[in-house]
């Protein structure tokens, strides 16, 4: 059963190095760039794909008659393909959980700061020559909610309650036990002074954060998103970023990846971004791929 990862870059081709062992089936490596349309050609003869982040339309998946297998480098597939559909078509796709809760989680505080003191509208203007201080909110003492109280929100809670925030949750099924205060989502929206995301993709959270729900939110807040930009209406924030509603939305994710360089969000000065990095450390990414090999290890000697 052949297998090919079909995305490997720079940064990971070293990590997939490392971590393949001699006795692990064989896996090919592609590095150059490709479009959707070369889909069919790349994976011709393949059963096993292992894809990091490349989009995996139907139509062209629908080509590859030889493919059965997506595993998919995290978990969130459902944002670059149709699993219902590509199941249809016989072709599994498998996601991998647990795997950089703590990086996601260190990269969201990150975040939390840099949009607290306007770190990165700072550096850009040292950069220009522009030399202003720029008042900040103290972190202190402060109301972080956090949508979704999963892995990843649960070691947001516990680096959180470390600098002394107070720390809510609203989580949408129940819980046993939780490192948190629990309320619903009317009262996370309406106290916090800093809101972050953790929700999965799906149907049922797609634009989970709609108009509606940013009008709830304390005015001034600090929006937070690591999770999924589709997880938040693009539109009802820009807006809301406009009025002063959200003062500033610190972003890790989006809608369309990569961000264009003329996206309205590109354009503001009370965002900051990165570029979907929060799961990209050393230790997640060795995480990460020895664990897709190891379905690919299963799936061959199934």
């Known amino acids: 059963m052949k297998s090919l990862f079909i995305d490997c870059n720079d940064q990971l081709t070293p990590v997939f190095a490392r971590v393949h062992r001699a006795d692990d089936p064989p896996i090919e490596v592609n590095r150059a760039p490709f479009a959707a349309e070369d889909l069919p050609r790349l994976l011709a003869g393949y059963a096993v794909c292992i894809d990091d982040h490349s989009y995996m339309p139907t139509p062209a998946i629908a080509q590859c008659r030889d493919l059965r297998h997506i595993v998919f480098l995290g978990t969130g597939a ?43 509208r700072m550096d850009r203007g040292v950069r220009a020559g522009i030399w202003t201080p720029r008042k900040g909110v103290q972190l202190h003492g402060k109301t972080l909610g956090l949508i979704g109280i999963g892995g990843i929100g649960r070691e947001v809670a516990r680096i959180a309650k470390g600098i002394g925030m107070q720390v809510i949750a609203y989580n949408r099924s129940t819980l ?33 954060l709609g108009p509606a729900r940013l009008a709830r939110m304390k005015k001034g807040v600090i929006l937070v998103n690591t999770a999924r930009g589709a997880l938040v209406d693009e539109a009802a924030m820009l807006e809301a970023l406009r009025s002063g509603q959200i003062a500033h939305a610190a972003l890790d994710v989006f809608h369309a990846e990569p961000l264009s360089a003329d996206h309205p969000l590109a354009g503001m000065d009370n965002v900051t971004l990165s570029a979907h990095a929060a799961f990209r450390t050393q230790e997640a990414s060795e995480t990460l791929l020895r664990r897709a090999i190891d379905i690919v290890c299963r799936i061959s000697a199934a």
């Open 176 to 208: 046993a036990e939780a490192p948190c205060a629990m309320v619903d989502l009317d009262d996370l929206l309406a106290h916090s002074d800093i809101v972050s995301l953790h929700l999965t993709l799906g149907e049922e959270t797609r634009g989970f």
């Open 78 to 120: 459902a944002s670059y393909m149709n699993i219902a559909e590509l199941n249809a078509l016989g072709i599994a796709v498998h996601t991998i959980k647990g795997y950089g809760d703590t990086a996601v989680a260190e990269h969201t505080v990150a975040l939390m700061f840099a949009a607290a003191r306007d770190l990165a």
